[in-house]
T-cell receptor, first 114, second 113 residues
């Protein structure tokens, strides 16, 4: 089954404790992206990647890092999480060309930073 | 400045009636538009799309209309069903082969049985 898999689904952590949210896709998509969803703000892009070793900032990159060492994986790293990063996070992927059905999204990671 | 706007945060409709969700955009370079549906605890899923060369696209109970001169699109759901209750996101992209989507803030649709 074609899918984007995020882990963990839920995470509660403390301020300052480094964490990584993993994202993996099995569709050989070149493009991958991270979004956060907050009430009243919709989906905001954090980082995206056009291919292996190619990443770029989205609209709200502060406090986040990403890496793309393999085509299928695109982890989101919070080096020193803060309470304002409490949010619902989605990973998405798509082919680089031919955006017909848009992105395939993961099921989301609900992060709480206390 | 928001380039894709969904000005209604929420909408309630009776089962069997028509649901109309609206979306406005400001970037005239946008030429491909998509609607996503999102249930709680799930990721958004693709619903329907439309290219700027068309003004209407239908898929079963779902129809998207595009008015390029007004920079406005709408999603019609007829008839509405309780299972349609979800958050609907409008998204837009620009340029042939563009992979970047700009999303609206979403509209929460509640279909009342």
């Amino acid at each position: 089954e074609a899918q984007v898999t995020q882990n963990p689904r839920y995470l509660i952590t403390v301020t300052g404790k480094k964490l990584t949210v993993t994202c993996s896709q099995n569709m050989n998509h070149e493009y991958m992206s991270w979004y956060r969803q907050d009430p009243g703000l919709g989906l905001r892009q954090i980082y995206y990647s056009m291919n292996v070793e190619v990443t770029d900032k989205g609209d709200v990159p502060e406090g986040y890092k990403v890496s793309r060492k393999e085509k299928r994986n695109f982890p989101l790293i919070l080096e020193s999480p803060s309470p304002n990063q409490t949010s619902l996070y989605f990973c998405a992927s798509s082919p680089l060309q031919g955006l017909v059905e848009g992105y395939t999204f993961g099921s989301g990671t609900r992060l709480t930073v206390v | 400045d928001q380039q894709v706007k969904q000005n209604s945060p929420s909408l309630s409709v009776q089962e069997g009636r028509i649901s109309i969700l609206n979306c406005d955009y400001t970037n005239s370079m946008f030429d491909y538009f998509l609607w996503y549906k999102k249930y709680p605890a799930e990721g958004p899923t693709f619903l329907i799309s439309i290219s700027s060369i068309k003004d209407k696209n239908e898929d079963g109970r779902f129809t998207v209309f595009l008015n390029k001169s007004a920079k406005h699109l709408s999603l019609h759901i007829v008839p509405s069903q309780p299972g349609d209750s979800a958050v609907y996101f409008c998204a837009a992209s620009s340029g042939a082969g563009s992979y970047q989507l700009t999303f609206g803030k979403g509209t929460k649709l509640s279909v009342i049985p």
